[in-house]
């Protein structure tokens, strides 16, 4: 009976503390619960937003933030740039030297600098070549040996497949003037004489060509390495600034001529090819007929270079010109009864082989 009764006793005294307890528990964690909202709704104002606006802050911050990896667009690039530079040099020094000749000096340089543009549909391909050498002898004195300027932009627009609409302009000069020697041989007191003269055939802008040709050009493979450009509609200018009118009459001008004007057909293949890894062929051929006088009478202009590097710095190669123009006289051997020289048509060559110092600049490659 006495633990029953010690057990109701225990029993009753837990009830009551708990009924005791409970109310001031809630009161206490009611006023936490009020204080820290109230903390939170000043943080709230000393932030500036309003009570829902920092509800929602106080959800969100309660979830991870994700991280995203931010790689930066890289803007497409549409010009492609780029220069190469030849530089050749020769001495030769003789002094009582048996077998004959003449110690000279001689330099080669050579630029080829290309800025294209791609983008969509459109194409514009830009490529300036400039060249100038020269022969220092110590007996003939200076000789100029190669001198040239070119120019060339084509704009195309495609078509359909491999077909471009286009149209081609190309310039060509040289820097300075160019003079033909002849030789001659007098006997004054018993001693043998050489006299040497010369005569001007050339100068900038005397000749140069200019031409625009609206046509297709027709670009298979990746387009880079061979193209054909038809136009047959094509205009050329033949200036001879020099107000020699035998100058003039060299190129076909009359003597009143500074401009003249041909009307024609052309053709233009453009070829640049890595034939091995340090083997490269280039070449432009271009074919003229002109409307106006006579169609069947085809103008040429074929440039080609063969060049194969030796190393980083040094290449060695052949670059030959060739040029046929019914306008163009060339003088002979031969003499009139008046005793000028006779002036015909020729093919015209040139020839250069070197070893040369190259650098590139930009996106050219060898």
């Known amino acids: 009976m006495m633990r029953k009764r010690a057990f109701r006793f225990l029993?009753?005294?837990l009830v009551l503390f708990l009924t005791a307890a409970l109310p001031l528990y809630s009161q206490v964690k009611n006023t936490s619960e009020n204080s820290s909202a109230q903390e939170e709704l000043e943080q709230a104002k000393l932030s500036n937003l309003n009570s829902a606006q920092e509800l929602c802050r106080i959800i969100g911050s309660q979830f991870a933030v994700p991280t995203i990896n931010y790689e930066p667009v890289v803007p497409p690039k549409f010009w492609t740039t780029g220069m190469l530079t030849e530089l050749g040099f020769s001495q030769i020094s003789l002094t009582n030297w048996a077998a004959g000749g003449s110690g000279s000096v001689s330099l080669n340089s050579f630029v080829n600098a290309h800025a294209n543009y791609a983008k969509g549909s459109m194409f514009w391909d830009n490529r300036v070549q400039m060249a100038y050498g020269f022969i220092q002898s110590f007996e003939d004195g200076y000789r100029k040996s190669n001198d040239k300027i070119i120019l060339d932009s084509k704009w195309g627009y495609k078509a359909i497949n491999k077909f471009y609409f286009s149209a081609n302009f190309n310039f060509r000069s040289q820097f300075s003037p160019g003079?033909?020697?002849?030789?001659?041989?007098?006997?004054?007191?018993?001693?043998?004489?050489?006299?040497?003269?010369?005569k001007k055939v050339s100068k900038f802008l005397a000749p140069a060509y200019m031409s625009l040709g609206l046509g297709i050009d027709y670009k298979p493979g990746n387009g880079k390495e061979f193209s054909v450009n038809i136009a047959p509609l094509t205009g050329n200018l033949v200036i001879v600034a020099d107000r020699d009118s035998v100058l003039r009459a060299k190129y076909g001008n009359a003597k009143h001529e500074a401009v003249r004007w041909e009307l024609g057909a052309q053709i233009k293949a453009s070829l640049n090819k890595n034939i091995l890894k340090t083997l490269k062929a280039t070449s432009s051929l271009t074919l003229f007929s002109d409307y106006l006088n006579n169609p069947a009478n085809i103008q040429i202009n074929w440039d080609m270079q063969l060049t194969y590097k030796l190393n980083k710095f040094l290449t060695t190669g052949i670059r030959t010109h060739l040029i046929y123009d019914d306008n163009v006289l060339i003088?002979?051997?031969r003499v009139n009864k008046e005793g000028e020289t006779i002036m015909t048509k020729k093919v015209q060559f040139q020839e250069v082989f070197s070893v040369s110092f190259t650098y590139t600049f930009g996106m050219f490659k060898k």
């Not at 007098?186 to 050489?194: L, M, N, R, S």
Request: no cysteine; charged share 25%.
């Open 331 to 333: 003088a002979t051997d």
């Open 179 to 198: 003079f033909e020697y002849s030789k001659s041989q007098i006997i004054e007191d018993g001693h043998k004489e050489t006299i040497i003269t010369s």
């Open 11 to 13: 029993l009753v005294s």
